[in-house]
């Protein structure tokens, strides 16, 4: 990114440095916490009874992977549809999107205004989380589908509204004229012209989704009750509140059998840290199309 | 008849544009017809239509019992939730940009959107590390300077300030990037115009700077107090651990209206909440956007 403003008129040594040291300490407070959840997941159970969770664990073990590894059915599971949501949800979204915005960045479409104002009311009136409840459940039967976890999410105003801002300004008119006039019609001039210009914006609206399909709970827990469609996150959840369940009644007999099931602390950190690693790996990749797609897509088209 | 020839003519793009539009009336626009069950003593069996019609009475029911405490909750936190955010956005986006190593600056805004991309879920358990009443590591320091354990997840007192640290904690660095984009948008003859008529870099960010974000600013304050009904359910909801002791400083709508949804039953009273929500922030939207068209024409969002 370039840097404009400093090229000038520099403020002094001092302040540069009073600036890095601000931002230091935000950064520490930032990942600190995620830096946290690692340690405790490679802690020995027997040391986090007695000393709790700490920073440096008194005593390094593996216990906690294995024990996953070792009781993995439903891990396994969750992964796979978290993994078949994330990337099915986001390949369909990207698709219906881009097509949406190319059509509303045609400014000789007539009826361009018309779907964008369709499209810009859901952002502004919405009927809100029951109605919706009983429309997907009772009116299209999708509770308990796999749909269910990719569909409500598909389609966003706002991503289309960024992408279509970012066509509008980097992709000319003119080209698109040329190669109509060459006889290309309007699909090949969308994926060849079209799509490949647009990358850095779908980059963007893409990292979004999935991150959106990625991290979702929401959905499984309202929709889900099969265990073979509970998302890797939902699952977490679901976990963490038995867990409080169990040890706010304890002592009962069904709850010393359910605690028993139940993974030890360290085992639901490993589980966090298994969720949580690969988009902490993923996303600085897409990091330098991000910040560029947000620039000239910017929100207001 | 226009229509008819430019469907004709266009029907390419109206075929492009037809998933899209299948999925907004399915999922957005389908919902917005069952607001009438906030009007309604809804039952599954007679369905949404068939269910006997009760005027205001939900909304009674509301405003009798839980309405001030909810509402209270979510404009108090969303408009700290605004104003602070809109603040330490600006001031983190302005010393971003003051930082003159690139490697540096980059590798400082990577780790800052980082807990943007966490889920509340995974958010919910990073906090209960250090909140846990037996093992967190904050009570473990409280016990080690001799003080008392806190049971955070009982105890109403901290919850406003958790709250809106953990709301911060993840959304901050995100929303200083949207700010940071612009500036670096900023065209950099303005800053050598007034470099040459001697102006100091403080007086650059406050003349300079702050007017070129403005829309930006603007438009992202009527976006977020058009959400001021709303909440971030994740947020009440999950780092709460959705624990009814805390609910006089945690429920806000969303919360409200979703356990009204799985734990009550009662459909009609908490659609009567969504539709309250959604009509609110629908008329805060219109509000804000023709104060601002007042002001300053080009700003407005319509």
């Not at chain 2, 605004?82 to 003159?100: M, N, P, Q, T």
């Not at chain 2, 107090?225 to 009440?236: Q, R, S, V, W």
Request: net charge positive.
């Amino acid at each position: 990114m370039e840097q404009t403003s400093s090229k000038f008129n520099q403020l002094p040594k001092s302040w540069n440095l009073v600036f890095n040291l601000i931002l230091i300490v935000l950064c520490v407070v930032c990942i600190i916490p995620i830096i946290l959840v690692y340690a405790i997941s490679f802690t020995s159970e027997a040391s986090l009874s007695a000393k709790g969770y700490q920073f440096l664990p008194s005593e390094w073990s593996l216990d906690a992977y294995r024990y996953v590894f070792r009781n993995g059915d439903q891990i396994l599971q969750s992964a796979y549809v978290t993994i078949g949501v994330t990337a099915i949800g986001t390949l369909f979204s990207l698709l219906v999107t881009a097509l949406f915005s190319y059509v509303l960045s045609r400014r000789d479409f007539r009826y361009r205004n018309v779907m964008a104002f369709f499209l810009f009311f859901t952002m502004l009136f919405n009927g809100g989380l029951v109605p919706s409840y009983i429309v997907n459940t009772n009116v299209l039967h999708l509770a308990d589908t796999f749909w269910i976890l990719i569909l409500p999410y598909s389609l966003s105003a706002f991503n289309v509204i960024i992408l279509r801002t970012f066509m509008q300004q980097s992709i000319e008119t003119a080209i698109l004229e040329a190669a109509r006039i060459d006889g290309a019609g309007e699909w090949y001039i969308f994926a060849r012209i079209v799509l490949p210009l647009s990358k850095p914006g779908l980059a963007t609206v893409g990292l979004f989704t999935l991150v959106t399909y990625w991290n979702d709970w929401f959905l499984g827990q309202l929709y889900i009750t099969n265990p073979k469609l509970v998302s890797l996150q939902y699952m977490l959840m679901k976990l963490q509140s038995n867990i409080d369940f169990v040890t706010s009644n304890a002592t009962s007999a069904t709850n010393n059998m359910l605690m028993a099931q139940i993974p030890a602390e360290g085992a639901r950190m490993a589980i966090l840290v298994i969720v949580l690693t690969p988009i902490l790996c993923a996303y600085p990749f897409f990091q330098k199309y991000f910040v560029k797609g947000l620039t000239i897509g910017g929100i207001k088209g | 008849m226009t229509f008819l020839y430019e469907l004709r003519k266009n029907k390419v793009l109206f075929l492009m544009a037809l998933p899209a539009l299948i999925l907004l009336v399915l999922f957005n626009y389908l919902p917005m017809f069952g607001v009438i069950l906030a009007f309604k003593n809804y039952n599954f069996y007679d369905g949404i239509l068939g269910s006997p019609w009760i005027g205001f009475k939900n909304f009674e029911y509301l405003f009798k019992g839980d309405a001030w405490l909810i509402t209270r909750n979510t404009l108090l936190y969303n408009f700290v939730f605004i104003i602070f955010g809109l603040i330490l956005a600006v001031a983190l986006a302005i010393v971003l940009d003051e930082i003159r190593n690139r490697f540096l600056s980059k590798t400082y805004q990577t780790i800052l959107i980082m807990p943007y991309f966490l889920s509340w879920t995974i958010v919910a358990l990073i906090f209960y590390a250090f909140l846990s009443a037996d093992k967190g590591i904050i009570n473990q320091a409280l016990t080690y300077m001799g003080m008392h354990p806190i049971n955070f997840y009982s105890e109403t007192t901290y919850w406003p300030y958790i709250l809106i640290f953990v709301f911060f904690w993840k959304s901050v660095g995100y929303s200083s990037i949207i700010y940071l984009a612009s500036i670096t948008g900023i065209s950099p003859e303005y800053y050598e115009a007034a470099t040459i008529d001697g102006a100091s870099k403080w007086q650059q960010i406050r003349f300079i700077t702050i007017p070129c974000l403005k829309p930006i600013i603007i438009i992202m304050t009527i976006l977020s107090i058009g959400k001021i009904f709303y909440a971030d359910f994740g947020l009440f909801y999950q780092v709460t651990y959705n624990s009814g002791a805390l609910y006089p400083v945690t429920q806000v709508i969303d919360t409200y209206v979703y356990n009204g949804l799985t734990s009550m039953g009662n459909y009609g009273m908490t659609a009567a909440a969504g539709l309250y929500q959604s009509f609110v922030g629908f008329v805060l939207v219109i509000i804000t956007n023709w104060i601002v068209k007042k002001m300053d024409k080009d700003s407005a969002l319509f």
